[in-house]
Every structure is written in structure tokens, then in C-alpha cells.
């Protein structure tokens, strides 16, 4: 078993890693943009039903739909919402090609929302324009994505876990190694072009409920992305700024105010009351919500008791079905009833995950990232509150970029001992007759996540953090699986571990609060324009050591007036308005 | 060092009277995305093997005899 077998060897043009959102966009797009180039989808799970919306989505949270808002005013919201640190280029590729996404989505199967003439019936949730398009039928998105990926004929590999890309002597991306599942097969796949699309890293904090699965990302998006992207040599972006989401105490899914919202529910205290102007999920929103849960007149609920019963059996429906469906059965094994009850809110773990926030890999507005050859797209890339429709988007930007750049290039020539090397540690927990079980090291890592780093941040608790993960790290290698399924989840105890280490550093490395909760800086409570009003790129440096440097601020294409600037930083309803 | 049992309530139930797994059906086994489910070589027929449930229900929706039903796991109940 030690020595590639020929048939574990592949070769590509195009590889796209993951298979939920971004990546069946990429696949798609840069097969159909170049049907002669060979595009291998590679999934962990079974791209019918994989990533962040494998039981579909209640609806898109960003649509620049005209006659509602413009690409210009997008990039405004996400500038202001995001504090300033944002490269607009980005952010306005995506709003350029929002409204076309939409329409092709449309002529896919996938049903928006529409009034009665017919158009788009677009709700406002965010703090100053209107986004938010609600899917009605939006269970059936995957199988939609499903059936042009099969029409495209790309080539899929279902539970296949990547876990290294491989880099060329000329630094070019030349391939990924991956592991079978339910084999331990190990594949070396050469390609052109990768597009990491592998979600967010979902599994750093442990949920309150102390349950390892109990997230609010799919488990599967564990950060192994952004592990891989780190050890091939690739930039990640603002890292310290987590996403936190405001979700149903002991349960993983929002209520949701973005469905609720626009038929007139919204985040209340226990008495009752409004706190807060806006329901759009930004660090300031966060922070209100964190300081009500923590306060007097905590804990927060979302509220629907006012509403019409019709009006309620119309948001259940919704809720229900899409998403998260087994909402309902959550709700109904504690007796709880929307017309009654105000459904109580919690905070939930730390993550990263741009799709929310604005931690990922760096990518430009062609989804490229720091290393030739490679891409990054959905939730782990670098375009701040990009959420599903950005992750088709960029998906689909990566997709055509890839395609291009993958019928110019030769397959670059990847290192034998580097491939030797991973197949040693991939393959090491089988070999152990006893040792640690990967799920208490999870729970371990995960448990000093939420002791340590979750906000607020204090910079003695992240340095006591960064010695408990050393001393982990130390553990690795004496992990054990007793199966192939098991050795999944010691590998990617590897990510999890990897991404704490990254939320450590980064969050270290900026001396300013930003962002609200999410870069919550007790022994730094302010934010300082002069020193921080600038990017956190963190990188393995040339002593293969977690370093972190600062990046300006390209200069904005879209101006904000002085006025709007810090809009999101009024959102506390004063208490005797 | 010996590795223990720690029991816990699985959160997935299969009627072995409904499911067809032993005609070759494997729907809820390839559409979990945790991978969690598994043919019980006893009987032929899908069970769940690991404790690792993220109720996102797939598995109970795609079923074609409606055979699997999730319970939302104790811990969180």
C-alpha cells in the first residue's frame, strides 16, 4: 500500500472540490464554457444532496434585482455593512451578474417569489435597500443543480474527501490528493485548474448544546477548504472576523426574521419589545443581540404571536419545508406554537464562513486565489455576505476563469515525495491498534474553542488557547480509525484544529475591535481607523511558520458618503423611543 | 488503551417492515451527507451506524416507502 497504483492516479482540467452550491456553478460553467475540456466534480458526500443546502433554501438573500436596487447600492450596503474593509471589485462582479444568475435559475426549474404582474417580489431585511427574494419551492434546488450537471456531463466522484492540493516546481497548482470514504482508496488527481468550493469551516466552536453535530453548518463543511488552501500556500483574508448567527436556542436553524421579517415579525426581548431596527445578520446586529441575551431583559426571541394564524401557517410553511425542515418537528416535540409562543434565540459557535461575514480565502473578482491556477468560490472565498446566489455567482466566475486558464496550461509536474508523504499521514490512524478516538479530540478542540476564542476576545485567553491547541496538535498523530468512515473524520479533526490555530492568530494580530461581536477586542474596544482600516491577509510563511500581514484597501469604485458610513452602527432601538 | 462504548440514542429509525433496502435500494444511504447509514448485514435492510446526525432529514424525505423517520437527538430535544 505504500507506492501509487496507476489507477489511482486521474487526470483533469478542470478539478472543482465540493459539490454543494459553488462548486456544481463551477463544474457546470466551465465544462459548458469549454465542453472539450475534462471537468471532475469531486464531492465528500453525494452531490444530490451535499453542502450547505442539500435540503434547499428559503430564498436568496442578495438579489440585485432592477427596480430594487442597483449593482452600485449593493456594494454600497455590503461596504458599510462590513465596516469598510471590503475590495468592492469583487463584491460589484458579483452584483453585476446577480440579476442574470437569477434569471437562468429561473429558466432551471427554480421558483421565485413573484407578484401578481409577474415580477420579482423582492422584501427589504437589510438595513437600508431591498434584497431578500424568497424561493418558495426552494427544496428542490439541488436536484435542479443535479440534472444540468448530468446534461453538462461532468464527471462526478461522490465521498471523496480532498485533504492537500499539490503545487508544481513553478508554484502552478497541479492537483489534489483525495481519500475514498468508504475505501481509504487514495486518489492523486492531476489538473490544470482547482476550484476549492468546500463551504465554511462550521465545525470551530461547539454549539451550547455540548452536540459535535448539532451546528449550524452542514458537519461536512468542517474548514477543510481553508486548511487546504493554507498549507498549499494561498492567502486567507480577515479570518478574525467570525460569523456568528443569532439561531433557535438549542436548535441549529434560525427562526428565521429573514423569512419572518417581511410579513411582520421581528427580534424581541423577553418583554416583548423591539431592540433592534434591522434583522440583517451583520457583527453590530450580533452585538445587540448579544448584549440583550446577556442583559436584564435577555434572553431574545423572535416573534410571531401578533401575527395572523393564516399568516403564521404561511410562514410555517415556509419553515418547515426548506432548509431546515425538521424546524417543525423541533418545535412540536416541545409543545411550542408560533401563535402562542415567542420562540426563544440563541448565539450560536464561532465559524468562518464569508458566505455570512467576510472570513475566507482570498480571492479577486475573477475568484482567483494568491496561488496560479487555483480558485476558491461560496462560502470559503474572501467576498464578504455573499451568501447562496454569491456562491453560484462565484461559482460560475471561477468556473469560466478556471476554463480559460486550463485550456492554455500544461498539467504542472506535482512532488512524488509530497504525495508519499500525505499518503503517510491519510493512512496513519488505520494503522493504530489504539490511541485517541477522533471524536474526543473534536470535542476537545471544539470545547477549548468556546472556552478561549469565542467573543468577546481576550488577548491572555487566545494565548492560553494557542498552547492548548499545540499541545493537541502534539495528540494528532495518535488518533485512530478503526473504519474508513472514522479515518474521514480523524482527517478532518486535522482541518478543525488547523482553523483554530488560524482564529487565534488572526484575531491576535488585529489590535482594534471591528465588526461588532465578531472581532470583539475587550483589551481593544475600539476600532482604530489609523492603524487597522485595512485587510488581515494570514499565509504559511518560508519557514512554513502562521504568519499575518497587513493589506490596504484597493480604493473604492463605488464612493460612500460620510453620512452612510456608519449606518449599521445604529441599530439599537433607544430604550425610551 | 481500551476504548469504551458510550451508549446514546440513535436518532434515525428504519422500518424493516417498509425499507427495500434488500432489493437493492440504497437512497437514504447516498443521500446522507454525513454518511452515517450503513446495510445491517443481520437483515439486509439500512440502519443507522454512526452517532452523528445532523437531522437535515434527506434521508427520511427521499425515501421512496417513507421507511426512515428522524427524531431530533436527545441531547437537543
Same mark, same amino acid.
Given at each position: 500500500?505504500?507506492?501509487?497504483?496507476?489507477?489511482?492516479?486521474?487526470?483533469?482540467?478542470?478539478?472543482?472540490?465540493?459539490?454543494?452550491?459553488?462548486?456544481?456553478?463551477?463544474?457546470?460553467?466551465?465544462?459548458?464554457?469549454?465542453?472539450?475540456?475534462?471537468?471532475?466534480?469531486?464531492?465528500?458526500?453525494?452531490?444530490?444532496?451535499?453542502?450547505?443546502?442539500?435540503?434547499?433554501?428559503?430564498?436568496?438573500?442578495?438579489?440585485?434585482?432592477?427596480?430594487?436596487?442597483?449593482?452600485?447600492?449593493?456594494?454600497?450596503?455590503?461596504?458599510?455593512?462590513?465596516?469598510?474593509?471590503?475590495?468592492?471589485?469583487?463584491?460589484?462582479?458579483?452584483?453585476?451578474?446577480?440579476?442574470?444568475?437569477?434569471?437562468?435559475?429561473?429558466?432551471?426549474?427554480?421558483?421565485?417569489?413573484?407578484?401578481?404582474?409577474?415580477?420579482?417580489?423582492?422584501?427589504?431585511?437589510?438595513?437600508?435597500?431591498?434584497?431578500?427574494?424568497?424561493?418558495?419551492?426552494?427544496?428542490?434546488?439541488?436536484?435542479?443543480?443535479?440534472?444540468?450537471?448530468?446534461?453538462?456531463?461532468?464527471?462526478?466522484?461522490?465521498?471523496?474527501?480532498?485533504?492537500?492540493?499539490?503545487?508544481?516546481?513553478?508554484?502552478?497548482?497541479?492537483?489534489?490528493?483525495?481519500?475514498?470514504?468508504?475505501?481509504?482508496?487514495?486518489?492523486?488527481?492531476?489538473?490544470?485548474?482547482?476550484?476549492?468550493?468546500?463551504?465554511?469551516?462550521?465545525?470551530?466552536?461547539?454549539?451550547?448544546?455540548?452536540?459535535?453535530?448539532?451546528?449550524?453548518?452542514?458537519?461536512?463543511?468542517?474548514?477543510?477548504?481553508?486548511?487546504?488552501?493554507?498549507?498549499?500556500?494561498?492567502?486567507?483574508?480577515?479570518?478574525?472576523?467570525?460569523?456568528?448567527?443569532?439561531?433557535?436556542?438549542?436548535?441549529?436553524?434560525?427562526?428565521?426574521?429573514?423569512?419572518?421579517?417581511?410579513?411582520?415579525?421581528?427580534?424581541?426581548?423577553?418583554?416583548?419589545?423591539?431592540?433592534?431596527?434591522?434583522?440583517?445578520?451583520?457583527?453590530?446586529?450580533?452585538?445587540?443581540?448579544?448584549?440583550?441575551?446577556?442583559?436584564?431583559?435577555?434572553?431574545?426571541?423572535?416573534?410571531?404571536?401578533?401575527?395572523?394564524?393564516?399568516?403564521?401557517?404561511?410562514?410555517?410553511?415556509?419553515?418547515?419545508?426548506?432548509?431546515?425542515?425538521?424546524?417543525?418537528?423541533?418545535?412540536?416535540?416541545?409543545?411550542?406554537?408560533?401563535?402562542?409562543?415567542?420562540?426563544?434565540?440563541?448565539?450560536?459557535?464561532?465559524?468562518?464562513?464569508?458566505?455570512?461575514?467576510?472570513?475566507?480565502?482570498?480571492?479577486?473578482?475573477?475568484?482567483?486565489?494568491?496561488?496560479?491556477?487555483?480558485?476558491?468560490?461560496?462560502?470559503?472565498?474572501?467576498?464578504?455576505?455573499?451568501?447562496?446566489?454569491?456562491?453560484?455567482?462565484?461559482?460560475?466566475?471561477?468556473?469560466?476563469?478556471?476554463?480559460?486558464?486550463?485550456?492554455?496550461?500544461?498539467?504542472?509536474?506535482?512532488?512524488?515525495?509530497?504525495?508519499?508523504?500525505?499518503?503517510?499521514?491519510?493512512?496513519?490512524?488505520?494503522?493504530?491498534?489504539?490511541?485517541?478516538?477522533?471524536?474526543?479530540?473534536?470535542?476537545?478542540?471544539?470545547?477549548?474553542?468556546?472556552?478561549?476564542?469565542?467573543?468577546?476576545?481576550?488577548?491572555?485567553?487566545?494565548?492560553?488557547?494557542?498552547?492548548?491547541?499545540?499541545?493537541?496538535?502534539?495528540?494528532?498523530?495518535?488518533?485512530?480509525?478503526?473504519?474508513?468512515?472514522?479515518?474521514?473524520?480523524?482527517?478532518?479533526?486535522?482541518?478543525?484544529?488547523?482553523?483554530?490555530?488560524?482564529?487565534?492568530?488572526?484575531?491576535?494580530?488585529?489590535?482594534?475591535?471591528?465588526?461588532?461581536?465578531?472581532?470583539?477586542?475587550?483589551?481593544?474596544?475600539?476600532?482604530?481607523?489609523?492603524?487597522?482600516?485595512?485587510?488581515?491577509?494570514?499565509?504559511?510563511?518560508?519557514?512554513?511558520?502562521?504568519?499575518?500581514?497587513?493589506?490596504?484597501?484597493?480604493?473604492?469604485?463605488?464612493?460612500?458618503?460620510?453620512?452612510?458610513?456608519?449606518?449599521?452602527?445604529?441599530?439599537?432601538?433607544?430604550?425610551?423611543? | 488503551?481500551?476504548?469504551?462504548? &458510550? @451508549?446514546?440514542?440513535?436518532?434515525?429509525?428504519?422500518?424493516?417492515?417498509? *425499507?427495500?433496502?434488500?432489493?437493492? #435500494?440504497?437512497?437514504?444511504?447516498?443521500?446522507?451527507?454525513?454518511?452515517?447509514?450503513?446495510? &445491517? @448485514?443481520?437483515?439486509?435492510?439500512?440502519?443507522?451506524?454512526?452517532?452523528? *446526525?445532523?437531522?437535515?432529514?434527506? #434521508?427520511?424525505?427521499?425515501?421512496?416507502?417513507?421507511?426512515?423517520?428522524?427524531?431530533?437527538?436527545?441531547?437537543?430535544?
Amino acid at each position: 500500500m505504500q507506492m501509487a497504483e496507476p489507477d489511482n492516479l486521474f487526470e483533469t482540467d478542470v478539478l472543482v472540490i465540493g459539490g454543494g452550491t459553488a462548486g456544481p456553478l463551477a463544474a457546470y460553467k466551465a465544462k459548458t464554457a469549454n465542453p472539450a475540456l475534462n471537468v471532475l466534480l469531486l464531492e465528500k458526500a453525494n452531490v444530490k444532496r451535499s453542502g450547505a443546502i442539500a435540503i434547499g433554501m428559503d430564498g436568496l438573500n442578495n438579489a440585485v434585482v432592477p427596480g430594487f436596487a442597483t449593482p452600485e447600492q449593493y456594494v454600497r450596503e455590503i461596504t458599510i455593512a462590513n465596516d469598510g474593509i471590503v475590495d468592492q471589485k469583487p463584491i460589484l462582479a458579483y452584483a453585476e451578474r446577480s440579476f442574470d444568475m437569477i434569471r437562468e435559475l429561473d429558466d432551471w426549474g427554480v421558483k421565485f417569489l413573484k407578484d401578481e404582474n409577474g415580477d420579482y417580489d423582492v422584501k427589504k431585511v437589510h438595513h437600508l435597500g431591498a434584497y431578500v427574494l424568497p424561493m418558495p419551492n426552494g427544496a428542490n434546488v439541488k436536484k435542479i443543480l443535479y440534472r444540468r450537471l448530468r446534461q453538462a456531463q461532468t464527471l462526478i466522484s461522490n465521498r471523496f474527501m480532498a485533504t492537500r492540493l499539490l503545487r508544481g516546481a513553478d508554484g502552478r497548482i497541479a492537483g489534489a490528493i483525495a481519500v475514498n470514504s468508504r475505501t481509504a482508496e487514495i486518489l492523486v488527481i492531476r489538473a490544470k485548474a482547482v476550484i476549492l468550493a468546500m463551504g465554511a469551516a462550521g465545525r470551530l466552536g461547539l454549539p451550547a448544546s455540548g452536540y459535535l453535530w448539532g451546528g449550524y453548518e452542514n458537519p461536512t463543511n468542517c474548514g477543510d477548504g481553508y486548511a487546504m488552501a493554507y498549507h498549499a500556500g494561498a492567502e486567507l483574508s480577515n479570518l478574525e472576523c467570525y460569523q456568528i448567527n443569532p439561531l433557535i436556542k438549542d436548535y441549529n436553524g434560525p427562526a428565521c426574521a429573514y423569512v419572518g421579517g417581511p410579513f411582520g415579525a421581528y427580534t424581541a426581548n423577553s418583554e416583548g419589545a423591539r431592540f433592534i431596527e434591522c434583522d440583517y445578520w451583520s457583527g453590530q446586529m450580533m452585538m445587540e443581540f448579544y448584549r440583550e441575551l446577556h442583559g436584564g431583559k435577555g434572553p431574545v426571541f423572535l416573534k410571531f404571536n401578533h401575527l395572523a394564524s393564516e399568516t403564521v401557517a404561511e410562514i410555517e410553511n415556509i419553515l418547515h419545508h426548506v432548509e431546515r425542515p425538521s424546524r417543525g418537528l423541533f418545535h412540536a416535540g416541545r409543545g411550542a406554537d408560533y401563535r402562542r409562543d415567542m420562540v426563544e434565540m440563541h448565539i450560536s459557535e464561532i465559524g468562518f464562513c464569508a458566505g455570512h461575514s467576510a472570513s475566507g480565502v482570498f480571492v479577486d473578482e475573477h475568484a482567483r486565489t494568491t496561488v496560479e491556477g487555483l480558485y476558491a468560490a461560496g462560502d470559503m472565498a474572501s467576498v464578504p455576505h455573499n451568501y447562496m446566489l454569491g456562491a453560484f455567482v462565484n461559482g460560475a466566475i471561477a468556473g469560466e476563469d478556471a476554463a480559460r486558464f486550463a485550456a492554455s496550461a500544461p498539467l504542472a509536474e506535482y512532488d512524488a515525495g509530497q504525495v508519499e508523504a500525505e499518503r503517510l499521514r491519510v493512512r496513519a490512524p488505520l494503522s493504530n491498534d489504539d490511541g485517541l478516538p477522533p471524536n474526543q479530540v473534536e470535542y476537545k478542540i471544539r470545547r477549548f474553542v468556546n472556552d478561549y476564542l469565542q467573543p468577546p476576545k481576550v488577548t491572555r485567553k487566545y494565548e492560553i488557547a494557542q498552547q492548548r491547541f499545540a499541545e493537541i496538535r502534539a495528540d494528532l498523530p495518535r488518533m485512530m480509525a478503526r473504519d474508513p468512515h472514522e479515518l474521514m473524520r480523524a482527517l478532518e479533526v486535522y482541518s478543525i484544529l488547523d482553523c483554530a490555530d488560524m482564529a487565534a492568530a488572526a484575531s491576535l494580530f488585529r489590535t482594534e475591535s471591528r465588526w461588532g461581536l465578531y472581532h470583539y477586542r475587550m483589551d481593544y474596544p475600539e476600532p482604530n481607523d489609523a492603524d487597522w482600516f485595512c485587510h488581515l491577509q494570514l499565509f504559511k510563511d518560508e519557514n512554513s511558520r502562521m504568519a499575518c500581514r497587513k493589506r490596504p484597501i484597493e480604493p473604492y469604485i463605488v464612493p460612500i458618503d460620510a453620512t452612510e458610513k456608519d449606518a449599521y452602527h445604529r441599530l439599537r432601538i433607544p430604550a425610551h423611543a | 488503551m481500551p476504548i469504551a462504548n &458510550n @451508549p446514546s440514542e440513535m436518532p434515525v429509525k428504519i422500518d424493516a417492515e417498509k *425499507c427495500i433496502a434488500d432489493k437493492g #435500494c440504497t437512497v437514504c444511504i447516498d443521500v446522507c451527507p454525513l454518511d452515517v447509514l450503513r446495510i &445491517n @448485514p443481520a437483515n439486509g435492510k439500512a440502519h443507522m451506524r454512526y452517532d452523528e *446526525c445532523w437531522y437535515c432529514l434527506p #434521508c427520511a424525505i427521499d425515501c421512496p416507502t417513507k421507511a426512515v423517520t428522524v427524531a431530533i437527538p436527545y441531547l437537543l430535544r
